[in-house]
């Protein structure tokens, strides 16, 4: 299993509800898995997610990085895995 991000760069420009990229969730084989994610307490305030898309949740985001961290399950509920992505905010 592994999870990857789709982008990991939004700009402090972008408004509220921007979508930096899309989560996914593969099997061993590499197929796309139909999952829920969610992101852990920790990660919640400056980002949010809605389905499979990564978006910021405020209109304005120090330049900097941050750490997300995200929790998907399988549909199927036989699998979960847990990711951490570190997402640049570029004042650009």
């Not at 941050?66 to 992505?85: D, H, I, K, L, P």
Request: a positive charge; hydrophobic letters at 40%; proline letters at 2%.
């Amino acid at each position: 299993m592994s999870m990857s991000l789709s982008n990991l760069t939004i700009s402090t420009k972008a408004p509220a509800n921007s979508i930096i990229g899309q989560l996914a969730l593969y099997d061993a084989s590499g197929a796309n898995v139909a999952t829920k994610f969610q992101l852990t307490k920790n990660s919640a305030g400056y980002f949010v997610n809605s389905g499979n898309s990564l978006m910021t949740n405020r209109a304005s985001i120090a330049p900097g990085y941050y750490s997300v961290r995200v929790r998907g399950v399988a549909q199927n509920e036989r699998w979960q895995e847990s990711g951490v992505f570190v997402i640049q905010v570029t004042s650009t």
